[in-house]
C-alpha cells in the first residue's frame, strides 16, 4: 500500500506542475505581446522555469514488474545513477536467494516484494514488511555489493513483526543468509568478520552471524532454524542456547573466543 501511495502522489504532483508551467508560458506570451519583453527578460524567464522543472524531471521515478512463478518483484527506481546492470544483477539475485531462504526458512512468506531504489534514503538499505528501500549511491560506489540484496530479504523472510526478539540476533541470521547463499560476495569484498578479543556475540550482523556458522558446525546444525522459528512464533527465549547446545549463550561464546576456526 505504502508503494502504491507514493506513485498516486507522484503522478499527482506531476499533472499539477504541468498545470503550473502551461500557467507560465501563457504568461510569459501575453507579457511577450504587450510589454515588448526583450530577448534577454526572455530568456531569464526560461531559465527560471528550468530550474523548476529540473528536479522533477530527475526525481521521476520508473516501475517494473517482473514475475516468475509464483513471485511478483515491483522495482522502483528515483534515481538515475545506477547503471542497468546493477539493476538486473538485484533482480537476478532475488529470484535466485528469495526462493531459497523461503524454502528453508518461511514458505509462507510474501509472494510480491517492493524493491525502492530511493535517493531520499540515506542508509545503505532497510525493510519494512514486504517493502525493501536501497541508497542509490551506496550501488554507484559499490556496483558489486549485490548481496544487500539477500541479506534484506531475508528480512522479508524471518516476518517476525513485533514480536521481542533480539536485534543482534536478527542482524545476525540475516547475515549468516547472506554467506550461506551470497551471489556475489567475493567479488564484493564480502566476508565474515575474523574474530579478535574484544568481540562479543551482540555486536550484530558479520560478527554474530561467524559465531552461527560456528555453534552450527560444532553443536547442532539446526539452530538457525530452530531460532528463526522460534523469533517468528514468539517463543525465543535466552534458554533456547542450552536446550540446543547444551551451553549458556555466554559459554559458547566462551568456547567460540578459545578456538574461532569455523
Do not use: C
Request: glycine letters at 4%; aromatic letters at 12%; hydrophobic letters at 40%.
Amino acid at each position: 500500500m505504502h508503494f502504491f501511495s507514493k506513485n498516486h502522489h507522484l503522478k499527482k504532483k506531476q499533472s499539477e506542475i504541468i498545470v503550473f508551467v502551461a500557467a507560465i508560458a501563457l504568461l510569459v506570451g501575453k507579457l511577450t505581446l504587450t510589454m515588448k519583453l526583450t530577448r534577454f527578460i526572455k530568456m531569464a524567464s526560461l531559465l527560471a522555469l528550468l530550474q523548476i522543472i529540473l528536479p522533477t524531471l530527475t526525481n521521476a521515478s520508473t516501475t517494473d514488474t517482473i514475475k516468475k512463478v509464483e513471485l511478483t518483484l515491483v522495482f522502483t527506481d528515483n534515481s538515475t545513477g545506477i547503471d542497468a546492470t546493477v539493476k538486473q544483477k538485484m533482480i537476478d539475485a532475488f529470484f535466485k536467494v528469495y526462493p531459497q531462504e523461503m524454502a528453508r526458512f518461511n514458505a509462507n512468506a510474501s509472494r510480491e516484494v517492493i524493491f525502492a531504489i530511493d535517493t531520499a534514503y540515506k542508509g545503505v538499505a532497510a525493510t519494512s514488511g514486504h517493502y525493501v528501500r536501497y541508497n542509490p549511491t551506496w550501488f554507484v560506489k559499490h556496483p558489486e555489493d549485490i548481496d544487500v540484496v539477500t541479506h534484506e530479504v531475508m528480512h522479508i523472510v524471518q516476518a517476525y513483526g513485533r514480536n521481542r526478539v533480539p536485534g543482534w540476533l536478527t542482524e545476525g541470521i540475516a547475515d549468516y543468509v547472506r554467506y550461506k547463499y551470497g551471489v556475489n560476495n567475493e567479488a564484493a569484498g564480502w566476508k565474515l568478520t575474523d574474530f579478535k578479543a574484544g568481540q562479543s556475540y551482540t555486536n550484530a550482523y558479520r560478527i554474530t552471524a561467524r559465531f552461527l556458522v560456528w555453534v552450527e558446525k560444532n553443536k547442532n546444525p539446526e539452530t538457525v532454524n530452530k531460532f528463526d522459528a522460534a523469533m517468528r512464533s514468539g517463543k525465543y527465549s535466552d534458554e533456547m542456547w542450552k536446550e540446543l547446545t547444551g551451553k549458556t549463550v555466554d559459554e559458547l561464546w566462551q568456547e567460540y573466543s578459545a578456538n574461532p576456526v569455523i
